[in-house]
């Protein structure tokens, strides 16, 4: 299994995580001259935010407010995995966000939620092991029909077992499930939320 450097200060221009975690066989299946890559400090003016418009409503976000957020994560190294599909002209035209979570779980309470095989042949890992959140998967509308977004969680998936998950769970809307069924999810319970803002609302397809 991959193992992070420890104590990784925040790279000033370099990526946010890193680069061998890629699937190679994602990149070699993207369309000719694109690209598919760990998110960058500088991508506020490679248009990160613009895909994410597709999604949800993202409001007046300064570059000064989007580094310090991209800073903030890169002091928590192996935890936050946002890589960025780039078109022929290096435009990001896609992303996605894994967030490992470590979980407080021991193996006699998962028993009752595997099977005796599962547990047998990948109990160690479920025992305090990792959860991978994936969310934001968004790809601008004129680029959609390229299986872009396929890519991005086959990508997605790839760094989440690389990096310890034992599965990966996201959120969607209804009207895109089929999708996700046809990229090997299954519906697992329903989604809650409670907002802490009285004007706060969910707004869009955001996992």
Known sequence: MWSP???SPPRPSGPLFSTS??????????????TIRPLQ?????ANHLDPLRVLTKVGDISQEAWVGQYDWMARIPDTY???????DRGKIVGTGTLLKERKLL??????????TASL????????????GHIEDIAVLEDQQGKK?????????GYIAEKVGCYKQILDCSAQNEGFYVKCGFKRAGYEMAQ???????HEGNAT
Do not use: M, W
Request: glycine share 4%; hydrophobic share 40%; with cysteine.
């Open 81 to 87: 995995f946002l890589l960025v599909v780039c078109d």
């Open 195 to 201: 907002y802490h803002e009285a004007d706060a609302k």
């Open 120 to 131: 047998t042949t990948k109990g160690s890992i479920r025992n305090l092991g990792n959860v």
């Open 106 to 115: 021991v193996q006699s309470l998962l028993a009752a939620r595997f099977t």
């Open 148 to 156: 872009l977004g396929l890519y991005i969680l086959r990508a997605l």
């Open 5 to 7: 450097p420890s104590n």
């Open 41 to 45: 400090r500088s991508d506020y003016t």
């Open 21 to 34: 975690l890629i699937s190679p066989a994602v990149r070699s299946s993207l369309p000719a001259n694109y």
